[in-house]
């Protein structure tokens, strides 16, 4: 590309109009000159890499040129301008100290010819030179002056300078761009494979859609707990360090009876009076656990007996003179009924503990938490079971499991979990193991590309956790036609893409080597946002390292 501009720049117009403009940076700012504006010495870096120093000023042209002052502040935090322009900057030093290293060099006269035909390039992306440069469509050599420095805030030898470290960096991208060869038969094999896709329709079987159909009665945890010692055992010393100097905390149950805050009168009336109900069928004996697995509306919990957990105070998600009087009570103790945002609620106080927890201490509730997750997986995976084997029979999922309308899903009743139904991935190609909407799985995306024919069902196979059951419902075959008619066009896209994953894996290996090495010192005083109240997601305290970034080159 630079010798065919060498060749077509032959003009005796274009020579004459080098030779000023090269005459001109000469006189200008050439040993002992005077002109151009005069900038403090000791300015500020923006970032050294190896030796090479990026100044203040390059950084700030740069901002200029790609249009990121022009950002909101929240804006440009959010989307991390700054720190994406110093991934690029990063890159085009780690670039050029290549292209030194290679013998490669990019010439004054190069640089020349390239912005006489208003193009330059910044932070490696190639931009236009403002339009103010020109008049009626030719390079007017002191209109760019003031532009260069009223715009872009530099000197010309400075944009000058800046534009032969990016040509020098241009040139190794493009010697590694002619290093990169595929050939015909590999693009074609990508374009089939990209092609190439499919629509599953699946349900999904989560262990926890069936925690409300596990009832463990203090006997079953034991009985669980007496085979599976090692394990509860493993599980402490994983989590040891939550057991660990905890603050007082209370082991609560409740149950529940949910009323609006603008209940009617006599709701709130009938509520009070089944509460005493209960109240009083506990007082008689009733284990607290087994009346909550009946009464209370609290879904989540009602497997559990109510089951709220060890909370420490403040985190128990009740009122304060509530919480209070927990913390005064003594174990086995009923708080309530009280009324609270939720409605109608009764606690019991279990017991309490504080300071190092101890394996003893900590069993059951690990037995418990174990064994129900036993349990409700073997119940997920029993349904995708049979499930399968219906729809094997004859039976479509879509029938099994309708999707549901807004109003069949507001006319259920309320159970604490949603219903099961049937989703889509909709049309996608083979990416490694992904499967659309799902998550990894090498057993479903292999039967889905290689062996299942439209109306093949496959399952139970368990993805991210869950338990799935997939029918194929539509296969798309790569249009080879479009193949045909545009090959050239694919191989160069394929080639362009190729390129810059190359380009990208060079640049990061580089810089995580020059950054091991103490080879790159930033001004991180250049990242911070003015104007940036607005911080929703906490990047003001994302310090930026280099080589970090997910957008990085």
């Given amino acids: 590309m630079l010798e065919a501009m060498r060749q077509n720049s032959r003009s005796a117009i274009i020579y004459i109009l080098f030779g000023i403009l090269i005459a001109a940076f000469i006189i200008s700012f050439g040993p002992g000159s005077s002109g151009g504006p005069s900038f403090a010495a000791g300015?500020?870096?923006?970032?050294?890499?190896?030796?090479?120093?990026?100044?203040?000023?390059?950084?700030?042209?740069?901002?200029i040129a790609l249009g990121i002052g022009n950002l909101p502040g929240h804006v440009a935090r959010e989307q991390r301008v700054k720190e994406f322009l110093m991934d690029r900057l990063i890159e085009r030093e780690l670039l050029a100290a290549e292209g030194e290293r290679m013998g490669l060099a990019a010439s004054e006269n190069e640089a020349a010819l390239m912005v006489t035909e208003g193009r330059m390039l910044v932070a490696g992306m190639p931009r236009r030179i403002e339009g103010y440069a020109f008049r009626d469509g030719r390079f007017d050599y002191d209109r760019f002056r003031l532009v260069a420095q009223n715009h872009y805030r530099v000197t010309i030898k400075e944009l000058m300078a800046i534009q032969q470290r990016e040509l020098l960096a241009d040139k190794v991208k493009e010697v590694l761009r002619a290093a990169v060869r595929v050939s015909p038969q590999e693009v074609q094999a990508d374009f089939e494979e990209r092609g190439r896709q499919v629509n599953l329709e699946y349900v999904r079987f989560s262990p926890r859609h069936y925690e409300d159909?596990?009832?463990?009665?203090?006997?079953?945890?034991?009985?669980?707990a007496r085979t599976h010692e090692e394990q509860i055992k493993?599980?402490?010393?994983?989590?040891?360090?939550?057991?660990?100097?905890?603050?007082?905390?209370?082991?609560?149950?409740?149950?529940?009876?949910?009323?609006?805050?603008?209940?009617?009168?006599?709701?709130?009336?009938r509520a009070q009076q089944k509460m005493e109900s209960i109240k009083k069928t506990l007082q008689s004996?009733?284990?607290?656990?087994?009346?909550a697995r009946t009464e209370t509306e609290d879904h989540a919990a009602r497997a559990r007996g109510g089951d709220m957990g060890w909370r420490k105070k403040g985190f128990t998600g009740l009122p304060e003179e509530v919480e209070a009087k927990i913390f005064a009570a003594q174990a086995g103790d009923l708080i309530g009924p009280v009324r609270t945002d939720r409605g109608l609620e009764l606690i019991k106080v279990e017991g309490f503990r504080e300071g190092d927890i101890t394996l003893g201490q900590a069993r059951a509730e690990i037995a418990e938490e174990l064994a129900r997750a036993e349990k409700t997986r073997e119940l997920a995976r029993a349904e995708a079971a049979a499930t399968a084997d219906k729809v094997k029979a004859g039976k479509p999922l879509?029938?099994?499991?309708?999707?549901?309308?807004?109003?069949?899903?507001?006319?259920?009743?309320?159970?604490?979990?949603?219903?099961?139904?049937?989703?889509?991935?909709?049309?996608?190609?083979?990416?490694?193991?992904?499967?659309?909407?799902?998550?990894?799985?090498?057993e479903l995306t292999r039967a889905a590309f290689k062996t299942l024919q439209v109306g093949e069902t496959i399952g139970p196979i368990e993805v991210a956790g869950t338990f799935v059951v997939a029918t194929l419902?539509?296969?798309?075959?790569?249009?080879?036609?479009?193949?045909?008619?545009?090959?050239?066009?694919?191989?160069?896209?394929?080639?362009?893409?190729?390129w810059a994953e190359v380009l990208q894996?060079?640049?990061?290996?580089?810089?995580?080597?020059?950054?091991?090495?103490?080879?790159?010192?930033?001004?991180?005083?250049?990242?911070?946002?003015?104007?940036?109240?607005?911080?929703?997601?906490?990047?003001?305290?994302?310090?930026?390292?280099?080589?970090?970034s997910n957008r990085l080159f």
């Avoid at 923006?46 to 950084?59: L, M, P």
């Avoid at 004996?285 to 009346?291: I, L, M, N, S």
């Avoid at 219903?419 to 190609?429: I, R």
Wanted: proline share 4%; net charge negative.
């Fill in 43 to 63: 300015e500020r870096f923006a970032v050294r890499v190896d030796g090479h120093e990026v100044s203040e000023r390059d950084f700030v042209f740069a901002s």
């Fill in 285 to 291: 004996g009733t284990r607290f656990a087994e009346v």
């Fill in 234 to 269: 493993k599980v402490f010393d994983e989590r040891k360090y939550l057991y660990q100097k905890q603050d007082r905390s209370a082991h609560l149950r409740r149950i529940l009876l949910e009323l609006p805050k603008d209940a009617p009168e006599d709701a709130v009336q």
């Fill in 505 to 548: 894996a060079w640049s990061r290996q580089r810089c995580t080597e020059a950054h091991n090495a103490g080879k790159i010192r930033v001004n991180h005083a250049l990242l911070e946002y003015e104007g940036t109240a607005r911080d929703p997601i906490g990047l003001a305290e994302r310090k930026y390292e280099p080589c970090s």
């Fill in 473 to 498: 419902k539509e296969r798309k075959e790569p249009d080879m036609a479009d193949w045909n008619k545009r090959k050239a066009e694919i191989i160069e896209e394929y080639q362009r893409t190729r």
């Fill in 213 to 224: 159909q596990v009832f463990l009665s203090d006997a079953d945890v034991e009985n669980w």
């Fill in 398 to 442: 879509s029938e099994l499991f309708p999707k549901l309308t807004s109003d069949a899903e507001e006319a259920k009743p309320k159970t604490g979990r949603q219903a099961l139904q049937v989703e889509e991935t909709g049309l996608f190609s083979r990416r490694g193991d992904i499967v659309q909407g799902l998550g990894n799985s090498l």
